[in-house]
């Protein structure tokens, strides 16, 4: 019978064939132990000479990195590892060798050759424990919306208009005119809130980021929920609820790729709401008084700053109410301080930067039309949009969660470039 390594705990004393691949391999005379990888786990396979014909034991020793295998053996509780179980070989079938040595050793490589063999380096242990956690959040990310009543509503990838400012546009031609691989699904599921009530959307968005740093990806994947009647207080509620289901989540289903990464996951244990909250003014207040006094209202956090802020407190911070100028053309503006945009960012705790950002939106349609104009955007593609202050306006908001910088916080990555699987990057585009 063919079993994945994964469930070779429920057929302890039983023959079975693994299909997998060779990882490493080792000898010691009368042993070779070959370790197969087959995709749901990794098993010592022992081949004894004891236990098969001269020929076989020869070829056990000589089968190369990446070649791929059939193996028929004895399953069995390792020795001195509880809760690992080995394969005792009793036939062993190359399927295909590599045509070449296989590029990707146990040795130490260099990040871009790495990048380089992306398609192959994804078979290393702890790509594999990534992309895992990868799926363990994109799973409990829709298991929340799901369970919480939201309606699924697929935003487009082309589209007309600009949602994040203009600087970061990919434009593309769209039989002969120009269209934009989208920033953000954000404009569109405000229409489906007022057809659905709550809704989010979840797919790849793009932006032509011209500054290479740790955190910013050409292409990322974002959740972004928006809900009807729902207020900035609301929004921060709803993030911080999110958030946690989410880290605890990822917590209680993997484990083991979160060891294999080596993450301490005590400050991921701390990630239950509330989490503290923190106005823009009192973040550049903070700033000064940690080392950065050159700090003064209408800078931008880059990096840095984020991680001074996020370093006050033990889970993620909410900051809000960032000066209007600072912010793209469709937030609400706070009724007690006009300046202000009714926003929130939270940052991630350790450095790893602002994970969500959103906020309240301006559902006036006499104002939304004037911070058109004021960010010189082209009315005409934004007409479909006021449509939705025009006929039936309503108080609403949302945010936007990227899942790669998630991952890396998770993960406990420096950098985003390994938490998707093919990244996209200023100078990246292959494979
Ligand atoms: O703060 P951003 O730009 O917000 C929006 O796009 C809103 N329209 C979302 C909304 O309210 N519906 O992006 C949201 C999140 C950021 O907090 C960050 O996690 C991620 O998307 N993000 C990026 N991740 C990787 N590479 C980039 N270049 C990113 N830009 C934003
Ligand atoms: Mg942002």
């Not at 908001?397 to 998707?420: D, M, N, Q």
Request: charged letters at 25%; one cysteine or more; proline letters at 5%.
């Amino acid at each position: 019978m063919t079993i994945s390594i994964a469930h070779l705990a429920d057929h302890v004393g039983e023959e079975v064939t693994i299909k997998g691949w060779l990882y490493n391999r080792r000898s010691s005379g009368k042993l070779h132990f070959l370790e197969v990888r087959d995709g749901s786990g990794i098993v010592q396979a022992v081949v004894f000479k004891g236990d098969v014909s001269p020929e076989l034991f020869a070829q056990a020793d000589h089968v190369q990195q990446e070649a791929s295998l059939e193996i028929l053996g004895t399953v069995k509780e390792h020795g001195k590892i509880k809760g690992t179980y080995e394969l005792q070989v009793k036939d062993l079938k190359v399927v295909a060798a590599p045509a070449r040595e296989y590029p990707i050793s146990p040795k130490e490589h260099g990040t871009d050759f790495l990048m380089d063999n992306r398609h192959l380096w994804l078979r290393s242990k702890r790509q594999h424990a990534i992309v895992r956690v990868r799926h363990a959040i994109i799973k409990a990310v829709r298991d929340f919306f799901d369970e919480s009543e939201f309606t699924l509503v697929d935003a487009p990838i082309f589209t007309p208009n600009a949602c994040e400012g203009t600087s970061t546009l990919f434009q593309t031609d769209y039989h002969g005119e120009p269209a934009f691989l989208t920033q953000s699904g954000q404009l569109y599921m405000e229409a489906a809130a007022a057809a659905f009530g709550k809704v989010y959307c979840f797919g790849p968005t793009f932006r032509a980021e011209k500054s290479k740093t740790r955190r910013h990806l050409a292409e990322f994947w974002m959740v972004e929920p928006e809900v009807a009647f729902m207020d900035l207080e609301g929004d921060m509620i709803l993030a911080e609820q999110f958030l946690s289901f989410v880290v605890q989540r990822v917590l209680e289903t993997r484990r083991s790729e979160l060891a294999i990464l080596e993450r301490d996951t005590k400050m991921l244990e701390n990630v239950k709401a509330p989490f503290p909250r923190i106005t823009y003014h009192e973040a550049i207040k903070l700033l000064q008084e940690k080392g950065h006094p050159e700090a003064k209202v209408g800078d931008d956090f880059g990096g840095d700053e984020e991680t001074v802020i996020s370093n006050e407190f033990d889970r993620p911070v909410i900051v809000h109410r960032y000066p209007m100028e600072l912010k793209a053309f469709y937030f609400a503006r706070d009724p007690s301080d006009p300046r202000l945009a009714l926003n929130m960012d939270v940052l991630a705790p350790e450095g790893y930067g602002e994970i969500v950002g959103g906020g309240q939106r301006e559902e006036d349609l006499a104002r939304l039309e004037g911070a058109i104009a004021e960010h010189r955007l082209p009315r005409e593609a934004f007409e479909w949009y006021l449509d939705l202050r025009r006929y039936g306006t309503f108080p609403h908001a949302g945010f936007g969660l990227g899942i790669e910088r998630t991952v890396s916080w998770l993960c406990g990555l420096p950098h985003v470039r390994e938490t998707i699987p093919f990244p996209r990057m200023l100078n990246r585009l292959a494979p």
